[in-house]
């Protein structure tokens, strides 16, 4: 059996290394272009060519998936299965016809819930119990296609997007290998999703990540876990960006101000919110080391009092 393995990010390394580690034909590695990354803008691997690269494997990188050139040589490769994880671009017609056994998808949501670009942190700003991963054939629709499988996992109460994306990456890859043979064999009849229940998850945006105080503590509290690592969740302290890199809203305190800092047992903080008070556990100011809220209040006594801007 021959495999093309399309992917970008460190959630596709698993599903991609546990083929390579079980003797799958990998005839194949798709990831994005390279991009500039960092201070220096320097061309920068993505986690999965480099995994790639690790195992010696193949590597193409169209920018596109849908000139006849690349569909060209997508099927010079003779794949009789695509694997796709987080990709990052919707296949083709052209492309989904091209393997016998079509494109499995590895999707980080239970679907029909949490189409779309974000589903992990779309999870954890709905509040979601649980998160989990679905294995589906993919169509021409946006994560649109009938289910193989899928399994759920609990969310917990200090997961971030970039935690639950590195349990569910695992969970990916056991179930990619769970039902692969019997896929092969046909011994698996897909399920079609209900799309009258489906919801969406749009791509974030830097500005996603500024707080705005007059929202509750626990919304304020799923954001800051919900944009971790990227694209952080911050506001702004004597014209430098502050990053709150931790958070946990306060049950059962006396509301204060919107945006108000107050002094908490410890040599903390919280911060006067739309509905409570969220405690902030640890910071990042712009230029600075991640430090907990106590260490920063003692480097910055007049933070007591003052109030954050929304």
């Known amino acids: 059996m021959k495999i093309v393995f399309m992917g970008t990010p460190q959630f596709a390394v698993p599903a991609l290394r546990h083929l390579v580690l079980n003797d799958y034909n990998i005839a194949a590695v798709y990831t994005r272009p390279d991009r500039p990354a960092g201070r220096g803008q320097r061309l920068a691997f993505s986690p999965l060519k480099q995994a790639a690269l690790d195992f010696r494997l193949p590597v193409v990188q169209p920018p596109s998936l849908r000139k006849d050139e690349v569909v060209a ?27 016998a056994h079509g494109c499995i998808n590895l999707h980080p949501s239970l679907l029909p819930r949490h189409r779309g670009a974000s589903p992990v942190a779309a999870a954890i700003l709905a509040g979601d119990e649980f998160s989990g991963v679905s294995v589906m054939l993919l169509d021409e629709g946006l994560d649109t296609g009938p289910m193989l499988t899928r399994a759920r996992i609990p969310i917990a109460d200090r997961d971030s997007t970039g935690s639950l994306t590195a349990r569910l990456s695992l969970v990916a890859a056991y179930l990619l290998l769970d039902i692969l043979p019997d896929w092969i064999k046909g011994k698996l009849e897909p399920q079609p999703q209900d799309s009258a229940v489906a919801t969406y998850s749009g791509s974030i945006g830097k500005e996603d990540g500024e707080i705005s105080w007059h929202q509750p503590a626990a919304e304020i509290w799923r954001r800051v876990r919900a944009y971790n690592p990227w694209p952080g969740s911050y506001t702004r302290w004597w014209g430098k960006t502050l990053k709150v890199k931790e958070a946990a809203p306060l049950p059962g305190m006396e509301d204060v101000g919107k945006g108000c800092v107050v002094a908490l ?28 809220a106590a260490e920063f209040v003692r480097g910055q006594r007049h933070l007591i009092g003052e109030t954050l801007p929304s």
């Open 73 to 99: 040589e997508l099927a010079s490769f003779k794949p009789d299965v695509v694997v796709v994880a987080a990709y990052g671009q919707i296949l083709p017609k052209a492309v989904l016809e091209l393997p």
């Open 265 to 292: 047992p410890g040599g903390g903080f919280g911060v006067g919110t739309g509905d409570g008070i969220l405690e902030v556990l640890s910071v990042q100011l712009e230029g600075k080391r991640v430090t907990t």
